[in-house]
C-alpha cells in the first residue's frame, strides 16, 4: 500500500478559489499536489511530473475536462482520473465515465466525499500493480518451468547419446584389451603394439567426452583476461601434434602477422578451438580419396576484429551435415562422436560475443571462419 506522500495528485480547475482550497485540503491529508487552470497546461505539467491521480473539472476554456481525460489515458492508461461536474452535468459525466474516469464529484465539492474518491483511486492503483507483479511472477514461473522442461528433455537425450557412446568406447576398449592379450599369448609385439594403439585411443576418445560433457554442464561467466598469442598458439600446437602422432597429416600455424595478445577465457577458448580442429584431424582420417593432407590454423587481427581460421582437406560436408554441425547431439561420426563438441564451440564463440561461419565442399575442403571483437586494445 502507498504511502499518502508517495502519492501526487494533479487538480485542473479554471476557478482559482476551487484549486486553493482544494490543495490546502489535500496537501493537509498529505499528498503531493500540482495546480494547473486549464486542460492545456495541465497535459505540460502531467508530462513533467507523472501524477497517478488527476482531478479535473469537465468544463474549461482552452481544453475541457473530457479532451484532458482522453489525452491522459492516451498516454498513461494507469493514470485515474476523477472528474468534477456541476448540477446539470449528466450527460458530460456518462462520457467521461465511458473514457475510463474512476469517479465523478458534483460541485459544491465536499472534501470527505473527495477523499473516499481519491482512496478508491488508490485502491484501484494498487491493484492494477500487484496484478502486475503477479503477473510478472507467474511469467517468470513458466519460464522458469519451460526451462526446466528443457533442460529434463535434453539430459534424457544426453544420457541416451551418452549411453550409446560409452558401450561404443566398452567395446573399443575390449577390442584393444582383447589384440594385446592375444599379441602376449603368441609373444607377437606387433600385434600387442596394435591392441596398447587402440587401447589409447578409446581412452583418447573417453577422456574427451567427459571433457565436453563437463563444459556442456558448466555454467559460468566468461573470465577474460590478457593473453600472450604466441603462447595461447604454443599450446595449440602441442596439443595438436600429439594428436597428429602416427598420421601423415600436415599442421601449419601462422607465427608472423598475429596480435601480440589475445582477450578472452582462455580456457573455454582453447576447449572451442581444439573441438573444432578435432573434427578438422577426423575429416582428414576419414577422407580416403586423397593421400596428403593439410590442417591450417591462423590468428589475424582486421581493424576492431579478430580472424581465426580453421581449415582442412578433408572430406568435407555436404550442405545437411554442414546445417546440423552446430546442433546438440548432432554426429556425422557414427560412434566415434558425441555431438558436444561443435556445439560448445559455437556456445563459447557465441558467449565471447563473435560468431562461426562454414564453407565446406564435399569430397575437397572444409574452412571455418571464427569472427570475435578485438578487445585486446
Given at each position: 500500500m ?8 494533479l487538480?485542473?480547475d ?5 484549486r ?13 499536489v500540482f495546480?494547473a487552470?486549464?486542460?492545456k497546461k495541465?497535459i505540460e505539467l502531467?508530462?513533467s511530473?507523472?501524477p497517478?491521480?488527476?482531478?479535473t ?8 475536462g473530457i479532451?484532458?481525460?482522453r ?7 494507469g493514470?485515474?482520473?476523477l472528474?468534477i461536474t456541476?448540477?446539470?452535468d ?11 474516469a ?7 465539492v465536499?472534501v470527505d ?7 478508491k483511486?488508490i485502491?484501484?492503483?494498487?491493484a492494477?500493480?500487484k496484478?502486475?507483479e503477479?503477473?510478472?511472477k507467474?511469467e517468470?514461473?513458466i519460464?522458469?518451468k519451460s ?5 529434463l528433455?535434453?539430459?534424457g537425450?544426453?544420457i ?5 557412446n ?5 567395446t573399443?576398449?575390449d577390442g ?9 599369448k603368441?609373444?607377437d609385439?606387433k600385434?600387442?603394439?596394435e591392441g596398447f594403439d587402440?587401447?589409447e ?9 567427459v571433457?565436453?560433457?563437463l563444459?556442456y554442464s558448466k555454467?559460468?561467466?566468461l573470465n577474460k583476461?590478457a593473453?600472450n598469442?604466441?603462447?595461447f598458439?604454443k ?5 595438436i601434434?600429439l594428436?597428429?602422432k602416427?598420421t601423415?597429416i600436415?599442421f601449419t600455424?601462422n607465427?608472423?602477422?598475429f596480435?601480440k595478445t589475445?582477450?578472452?577465457?582462455e ?6 578451438l581444439?573441438?573444432i580442429l578435432?573434427?578438422a584431424i577426423d ?13 591450417r590454423f591462423?590468428?589475424?587481427?582486421q581493424k576492431?576484429?579478430?580472424t581465426?581460421?580453421i581449415?582442412d ?9 554442414k546445417e546440423?554441425?552446430f546442433?546438440l ?8 562422436g558425441t555431438g558436444?563438441g561443435l556445439y560448445?564451440?559455437n556456445?563459447i564463440i557465441n558467449?565471447h560475443g563473435?560468431s562461426i561461419?562454414?564453407i565446406?565442399i564435399l569430397g ?8 570475435l ?5
Amino acid at each position: 500500500m502507498f504511502r499518502k506522500d508517495q502519492i501526487s495528485i494533479l487538480i485542473v480547475d479554471d476557478e482559482e478559489d476551487i484549486r486553493d482550497v482544494l490543495e490546502i485540503a489535500l496537501k493537509d491529508i498529505g499528498y503531493t499536489v500540482f495546480l494547473a487552470e486549464n486542460g492545456k497546461k495541465a497535459i505540460e505539467l502531467f508530462k513533467s511530473k507523472r501524477p497517478q491521480i488527476v482531478i479535473t473539472d469537465i468544463k474549461m476554456p482552452v481544453m475541457d475536462g473530457i479532451e484532458l481525460l482522453r489525452q491522459i489515458k492516451r498516454e498513461s492508461p494507469g493514470t485515474e482520473v476523477l472528474m468534477i461536474t456541476g448540477h446539470g452535468d449528466m450527460q458530460l459525466t456518462i462520457r467521461s465515465l465511458k473514457y475510463d474516469a474512476i469517479d465523478f464529484i458534483t460541485k459544491p465539492v465536499n472534501v470527505d466525499i473527495l477523499e473516499i474518491a481519491i482512496e478508491k483511486a488508490i485502491e484501484k492503483i494498487v491493484a492494477r500493480q500487484k496484478l502486475a507483479e503477479y503477473t510478472q511472477k507467474l511469467e517468470l514461473l513458466i519460464l522458469e518451468k519451460s526451462k526446466l522442461a528443457d533442460h529434463l528433455s535434453s539430459l534424457g537425450l544426453m544420457i541416451g547419446t551418452i549411453s550409446h557412446n560409452i558401450k561404443g568406447l566398452l567395446t573399443s576398449l575390449d577390442g584393444g584389451i582383447y589384440v594385446a592379450r592375444s599379441g602376449v599369448k603368441r609373444k607377437d609385439n606387433k600385434t600387442i603394439q596394435e591392441g596398447f594403439d587402440l587401447f589409447e585411443q578409446a581412452v583418447d576418445r573417453i577422456k574427451k567426452m567427459v571433457m565436453d560433457i563437463l563444459l556442456y554442464s558448466k555454467e559460468r561467466k566468461l573470465n577474460k583476461t590478457a593473453i600472450n598469442t604466441k603462447t595461447f598458439i604454443k599450446q595449440i600446437k602441442e596439443i595438436i601434434e600429439l594428436k597428429l602422432k602416427g598420421t601423415k597429416i600436415v599442421f601449419t600455424c601462422n607465427d608472423v602477422n598475429f596480435p601480440k595478445t589475445l582477450y578472452f577465457d582462455e580456457e573455454f577458448m582453447l576447449a572451442a578451438l581444439i573441438n573444432i580442429l578435432d573434427n578438422a584431424i577426423d575429416a582428414c582420417l576419414t577422407d580416403t580419396q586423397k593421400k596428403d593432407h593439410k590442417i591450417r590454423f591462423e590468428i589475424s587481427r582486421q581493424k576492431d576484429q579478430l580472424t581465426i581460421l580453421i581449415q582442412d582437406n578433408g572430406c568435407g560436408m555436404d550442405s545437411q551435415t554442414k546445417e546440423k554441425i552446430f546442433n546438440l547431439f548432432f554426429s556425422s561420426k557414427s560412434t566415434k562422436g558425441t555431438g558436444f563438441g561443435l556445439y560448445i564451440s559455437n556456445s563459447i564463440i557465441n558467449q565471447h560475443g563473435g560468431s562461426i561461419h562454414v564453407i565446406s565442399i564435399l569430397g575437397k575442403e572444409t574452412t571455418f571462419k571464427i569472427f570475435l571483437p578485438d578487445e585486446s586494445k
